[in-house]
């Protein structure tokens, strides 16, 4: 397996308070690392470490084996690489669906308008909402939003992708349809960081999980492991508050 | 009240009439554009510019277009710009419209909320191009009921245009009643002419209010 991404030694505080500490881990090519860990303990604040839009104040970002030069022009160039899909999906609401989709592989990978339109026909294909391209996202349901903001990060083919609790914010009967799209991507080798509270889904999907708790790395455990033998007490404690 | 009277001034009137729709247009075009860079300045928090528009606001929001009017008519002259009374009058309006229309555009920027832009960042989109499909379009949208109130308030501040002797409605109004006497008749005149600038664009901007913010939000 080729190394996609390594990360070594970061490290953020929000003043005084650090929220993330010594955070060293390595995700490989057509990897899922499941981020797990209690409310609080920087999971989401890693994730969005990966992609630039929080800064740190040390530690260094290995992607494919070149060290990220963390200034704004860097990520902004290196975001194209790397998706991700937020709890609130934040599609625009100005733009309609196909617009929402098409707009960084036209703008920022300066594809033809066709080229955009027809991979963003064949993504939405994938997730069941091709009819809906006209429409505009207040017309759509939450998990019908969810699925068009994983589309619309995956419609620039990222070489991995990030999931920040993207499931956290829709009714219980819209969550299956978006894991269902995520155990997808994993199958088709898709490299993954994904942070949930779906136990369940998570220990489906999950290669590695990486435990968080108040910052740090508690443990890096296979996911076939981490569920049924979790190596610290905390990850014990943890699986066993989430009635798993 | 005599309408002969009134009948006879309305030639009057109409040539200001058209002076306040023409120098309030101009105006207004003036300060939203000024009021959009300004407010763009200190939305990217560009260093210098933004201190600089800082203090352009507080100038002029702070200072009443009277006394600004008396600055640029009487005050530039003594470093040697002279300008007309109308284009001193448009000068003053871009200048105390320009920070309202700047603090009316700021408060639909910063009414987007935050995850708007990262997911915008997230795609990859340069500064420029978030500003362009997600900054403007949605604080446009948000800053329409501000602009459209600065919009009216302006119109009505150039009745102040008549200390330097511009020829618009309420100096029109005022000359007439130095002139005859007939003070209840003009003021009647008066107020119609505001009256039928302003009812109608009110109207106009509220439906236009309506329609941009369900075209961008929907709701």
Redesign the interface.
């Known amino acids: 397996m080729t190394e996609l991404l390594r990360v070594e030694h970061l490290n953020k505080a929000y003043g005084e308070v650090p929220v993330l500490q010594d955070i060293s881990f390595t995700v490989n090519t057509g990897e899922v690392q499941v981020v797990l860990g209690p409310s609080g303990s920087g999971k989401s604040t890693l994730i969005r470490c990966l992609?630039g839009?929080e800064p740190y104040q040390s530690g260094t970002i290995y992607f494919q084996g070149q060290k990220v030069d963390p200034t704004p022009k860097n990520w902004?160039?290196l975001?194209?690489k790397?998706?991700?899909v937020?709890q609130?999906y934040?599609?625009?609401?100005?733009?309609n669906i196909m617009d929402n989709i098409t707009?960084?592989p036209i703008?920022?990978?300066k594809q033809s308008k066709a080229t955009a339109q027809k991979e963003a026909l064949r993504l939405l294909d994938t997730v069941g909402l091709a009819d809906y391209t006209a429409k505009?996202p207040?017309?759509l349901s939450g998990g019908q939003k969810q699925r068009i903001?994983i589309v619309?990060?995956l419609a620039?083919h990222p070489d991995f992708m990030l999931f920040d609790e993207v499931t956290a914010s829709l009714d219980p009967e819209m969550v299956r349809g978006v894991l269902e799209i995520m155990a997808n991507l994993a199958k088709q080798k898709m490299t993954m960081i994904v942070v949930t509270h779906e136990m369940n889904f998570a220990q489906q999907i999950a290669d590695n999980v990486l435990f968080l708790d108040d910052g740090h790395i508690l443990e890096s455990t296979p996911g076939k492991d981490f569920f049924t033998n979790p190596q610290t007490d905390r990850a014990k404690e943890f699986l066993q508050s989430m009635d798993f | 009240m005599s309408w002969q009277i009134i009948q006879q001034s309305l030639p009057m009137f109409q040539k200001g009439f058209i002076l306040t729709l023409q120098m309030s247009a101009l105006g207004i075009l003036g300060a939203i554009i000024l009021g959009l860079m300004c407010s763009l300045c200190q939305y990217f928090k560009i260093p210098v510019l933004k201190q600089i528009v800082g203090a352009y606001i507080e100038l002029s929001r702070n200072t009443p277009l009277l006394i600004q009017l008396f600055f640029i008519y009487y005050g530039l002259p003594g470093i040697g710009l002279k300008l007309s009374a109308y284009t001193c009058g448009i000068i003053g309006l871009i200048f105390l419209g320009g920070s309202y229309m700047a603090e009316g555009f700021s408060g639909g920027f910063d009414g987007i909320?935050n995850?708007?832009i990262?997911?915008?960042?997230?795609?990859?989109?340069?500064q420029g191009?978030l500003t362009r499909?997600?900054v403007f379009?949605?604080g446009f949208?948000l800053s329409i009921p501000a602009l459209a109130a600065n919009i009216i308030f302006l119109i009505k501040e150039t009745s102040i245009f008549t200390v330097i002797a511009i020829p618009e409605l309420t100096n029109t109004a005022l000359d007439l009643i130095g002139l005859y006497y007939h003070t209840n008749e003009y003021l009647l005149v008066l107020v119609v002419g505001y009256a039928i600038i302003l009812i109608p664009l009110s109207i106009i901007l509220t439906w236009l209010e309506r329609r941009i913010r369900y075209?961008?939000?929907?709701?």
């Open positions: 992609n839009l902004q160039l975001r194209q790397i998706g991700m937020f609130s934040d599609l625009f609401p100005n733009l707009l960084g703008k920022v990978q505009f207040r017309e903001a619309r990060a620039l | 909320p995850s708007q990262e997911s915008g960042k997230a795609i990859g989109l340069s191009q499909y997600v379009p949605q949208a075209g961008t939000f929907g709701d």
